[in-house]
């Protein structure tokens, strides 16, 4: 079992004799190839239309093409909305509403990314800028509070964006990470997208025939599935939080991933206060601001409902409040920061961060409603549509009835 | 400093445009310097021990050759050996020693060990230094003026933690001869590095996942099918590691103008126990030939003395290894397979010819092969026997290897069957540029598909 080609001891050149460069041209025809390679069974097409629709990166792609696809037919009076998991609502809720909503809403929030995740989903889905009526930005606080989470070393973004990312976002991308370590990651699996898409490779090997009559199956079944899905019906009611002491009294029957979420998210002291959130916020928030600048597209930003108990407003001085800042910019919109304040409430939470199915139908027609007022009615676009490369019609209306 | 780390290539290319880049005179002291680094970076205290055994055998080397024959001579080759020996033995097989004489007292395993860390590379350059003492003594190599030299032969660092065992004949023409390695060197030196991390990091680690999975968790993997998946998925784990590694080391060794000796060739084709010894880290069997078997009498002596050596041999060979006794019985079992052979064999030659029944013999070899690795692999004798108990009986299991991880040696399978038949390797360092750039970026991009890297497997030869 031996690929091994063992060297002959010799002093003296074997075979034909070589150019001096020779070695070194070889290598980098060689490096040429990889590169070569890579590119031809990832950033074809070839191989990521073939993704575990259940990994991070088979389920970005896989929100991806539906709301690509879904612009074939979704009409003009578009909204959408970008968020975490912590931004769920149910357009089925939205659209079974008694009165027809005035837009339509879609969904390309994927869980467990972050702002500069959806700025490449932006970039993918929306290459003219002017798809959508707006862009509604889910977000946990118009301040920044440091967290022990630090989204600029969150590496599942890599994961989350790696069939879009392509060799000139490397650089840029990389340096957003302020890890080396996981800058080099970045780097290497940027320019080698082959290395990040390894594990999704050999499990694809273990049962090719199997992984691909499930990508089928999701193909046809995804946007059914995302629209008819309904949440979990449990909640937090009971829970209690000491603020003074951070002691918890949890509802009879929570189990443990409820609990790490209300001590992770909600009940815990204050983290130094470094401004690496701000940071980061102002560089992907601001980039998908300059995106949409000169754009018909309002940039909104809404503030989620902050947990079953949110945390008090002065358990931390923050420093800087970075979205406020981003206001100022043209086409950005503040929605009320206290507008969902309703909804936080144990009832409405399935456990420490996430609406249950009670609070994500309350907040989808909240959402609805909130949207509608911020936008206004929309206009009628006749004769001023015109054909968008990524299917369905542009619109071109400038709006000045900003807040 | 594993090879396998983005560390090391900083350094090997920092080492390289150094040496290049400076004058011939000062050659040695980069290598040595940057040998001694190396070293280092590991553990920078043991450079110590490392010139003090540099600088015993440097002396011993120059007294060999100016005492002439007779008791004073065979006193400092004595010295020489005890004190390698000494060293080899303390920090490898004290704790050893220990754990066996407070057993024998009564006395739990631990309770007399001494927090002694093992020194990298120590089993490897202790017989290299070994080798060139004998081999002054037996006046088979003249002893080594300059210190400078010798220092960088003890411990040049393709070659220091790891192997392969390089003899001073094989070193010192190349050091005191160096001429800039011709392109064909270069070509085969950049084709092994890169051929040897694919070995390591695309091979020997996705099985050593295998193989750490069966042999971590033993209970959980009961039956015979799952025994055999995970005995021959460590098989072919040490056998990319460590001739991956080997690779490496003969490629780094050319890209810098030395010739290291094939120290694998292919064994898993073996054909016999015998044959497979011919093919398995070279460099040791033949130091042990060398400098053990033939000592003590080789085959001169008759059939039961000849079988005695043999046992000799591979028992101290297998203790070499390391300090348990799962490497005894590993060593004591290849040396009663060679003895069961000599003794069916008789004074008949072993033959290499590819007959029809070739295959069924290459493959008992490797069955038997791999019943060897359970004791080198196991943790303990009682696991070893526990999964010998788990290859002979007991429920049927599953296979722990995945398709691709059959596929994988199936290709290396066929490659070792085309390097042995058509020698491809040196008929594509013949061919032109343009087929030794694609089979290397196809190497590559199986480095990149296959390579484990996040998670750092180290090299199972640096332990010893």
């Known amino acids: 079992m031996s690929p091994c080609p063992e060297p002959v001891k010799s002093a003296a050149p074997i075979g034909r004799p070589r150019g001096r460069f020779a070695p070194v041209l070889a290598c980098l025809l060689a490096v040429a190839g990889v590169f070569g390679l890579d590119a031809l069974l990832f950033r074809t097409g070839l191989y990521t239309a073939w993704l575990q629709p259940d990994s991070s990166t088979g389920l970005f792609e896989m929100i991806l093409r539906r709301e690509q696809r879904s612009q074939e037919k979704a009409g003009n009076n578009l909204v959408l909305t970008l968020g975490n998991s912590r931004f769920g609502y149910s357009r089925k809720v939205i659209d079974q509403l008694p009165v027809k909503p005035l837009y339509t809403f879609r969904d390309a929030g994927v869980a467990g990314t972050t702002p500069r995740s959806w700025y490449y989903m932006l970039r993918e889905i929306d290459p003219t800028v002017r798809r959508y009526r707006a862009v509604v930005l889910g977000v946990d606080d118009y301040d920044d509070e440091d967290r022990y989470y630090n989204p600029s070393n969150d590496v599942r973004d890599l994961h989350y964006v790696i069939a879009r990312l392509r060799l000139g976002d490397v650089p840029e991308f990389a340096q957003s990470f302020t890890d080396a370590d996981l800058r080099w990651a970045v780097w290497r699996g940027g320019l080698l997208k082959g290395i990040i898409f390894q594990s999704d490779i050999l499990e694809f090997l273990t049962n090719p025939l199997k992984r691909i009559a499930y990508v089928e199956l999701c193909r046809q079944g995804f946007a059914g599935w995302s629209y008819d899905f309904l949440d979990s019906t449990r909640s937090m009611t009971g829970l209690q939080i000491d603020w003074s002491t951070y002691k918890i009294t949890f509802p009879p029957g929570t189990d443990e991933d409820q609990r790490d979420s209300v001590s992770s998210w909600l009940a815990h002291g204050p983290e130094p206060q470094t401004g690496r959130l701000a940071a980061f916020r102002r560089a992907w928030f601001g980039r998908i601001i300059d995106r949409y600048q000169g754009s018909p597209t309002r940039v909104i930003f809404m503030r989620l409902p902050r947990g079953p108990i949110p945390r008090p407003d002065g358990l931390v001085k923050k420093r800087s409040a970075s979205i406020r800042e981003m206001a100022a910019r043209p086409n950005v919109v503040l929605a009320p920061e206290h507008v969902f304040d309703a909804l936080e409430r144990p009832e409405l939470f399935k456990d420490g961060m996430h609406l249950n199915r009670e609070g994500i139908n309350r907040f989808s027609v909240m959402l609805a409603a909130e949207t509608a007022r911020i936008l206004g009615p929309p206009e009628h676009d006749t004769g001023q549509a015109k054909a968008c490369p990524t299917g369905g019609a542009c619109f071109s209306l400038p709006r000045q009835d900003k807040r | ?277 011919r093919r398995w880290h070279i460099s040791l ?56 052979e000599r003794l069916l064999r008789g004074d008949r030659p072993v033959s290499e010819r590819w007959t029809w029944l070739y295959p069924l013999q290459a493959v008992v070899t490797f069955g038997l092969v791999m019943i060897g690795w359970v004791f080198f692999r196991a943790a303990d004798l009682p696991q070893s026997l526990q999964v010998i108990r788990q290859l002979f009986g007991g429920p049927r299991g599953h296979l722990l290897l995945e398709p691709w991880h059959i596929g994988l040696a199936v290709v290396a399978l066929l490659l070792a069957i085309a390097e042995e038949k058509l020698d491809w390797f040196e008929r594509l360092m013949d061919a032109p540029v343009i087929a030794y750039a694609s089979a290397m970026a196809v190497m590559l991009f199986v480095l990149e598909i296959f390579g484990v890297i996040d998670v750092r497997i180290p090299f199972i030869y640096f332990q010893f």
């Open chain 2, 1 to 277: 400093m594993l090879f396998n780390t983005t560390h090391f290539f900083i350094f090997l290319a920092v080492v390289l445009a150094l040496f290049y880049s400076s004058p011939r005179v000062l050659r040695r002291y980069i290598l040595l310097a940057a040998s001694y680094f190396f070293y280092g970076t590991w553990n920078y205290k043991f450079i110590i021990l490392l010139l003090t055994l540099t600088a015993i055998d440097y002396t011993a080397g120059l007294w060999l050759e100016r005492i002439p024959a007779g008791p004073r001579r065979k006193a400092v080759l004595i010295m020489s050996l005890t004190a390698n020996l000494g060293f080899l033995g303390f920090f490898k097989y004290f704790n050893f020693l220990a754990a066996n004489v407070a057993l024998a007292m009564g006395k739990p395993a631990h309770s007399l060990f001494w927090d002694i860390v093992l020194p990298l590379g120590i089993s490897f350059h202790t017989f290299q230094s070994m080798s060139y003492v004998v081999d002054v003594y037996r006046g088979q190599q003249k002893a080594v003026r300059n210190v400078i030299d010798y220092a960088l032969y003890i411990c040049f660092f393709p070659q220091l933690v790891a192997g392969p065992i390089v003899r001073a004949r094989n070193f010192f023409p190349d050091l005191w001869n160096w001429r800039a390695p011709s392109s064909g060197d270069v070509s085969r030196g950049l084709f092994l590095v890169a051929l040897g991390l694919t070995k390591k990091m695309a091979f020997a680690d996705q099985f050593a996942k295998v193989a750490n999975n069966y042999f971590g968790n033993l209970a959980g993997n009961p039956g015979v099918v799952t025994a055999w998946s995970g005995v021959v998925a460590f098989g072919l784990q040490i056998y990319f590691d460590f001739s991956g590694y080997t690779d490496m080391a003969i490629g780094m060794a050319l890209l810098l103008g030395f010739h290291f000796p094939v120290n694998f060739r292919r064994p898993y084709l073996a054909s016999s126990i015998t044959d497979f010894w």
């Open chain 2, 285 to 340: 069997s033949t130091w042990l030939r060398d400098y053990l078997y033939i000592p003590l009498g080789g085959n001169r002596h008759g059939r039961w003395k000849t079988y005695r050596n043999l046992m000799l041999t591979m028992l101290l060979g297998g203790l070499w290894h390391g300090a348990s006794w799962n490497f005894m019985i590993w060593g004591g079992y290849h040396g009663a397979l060679l003895s069961v």
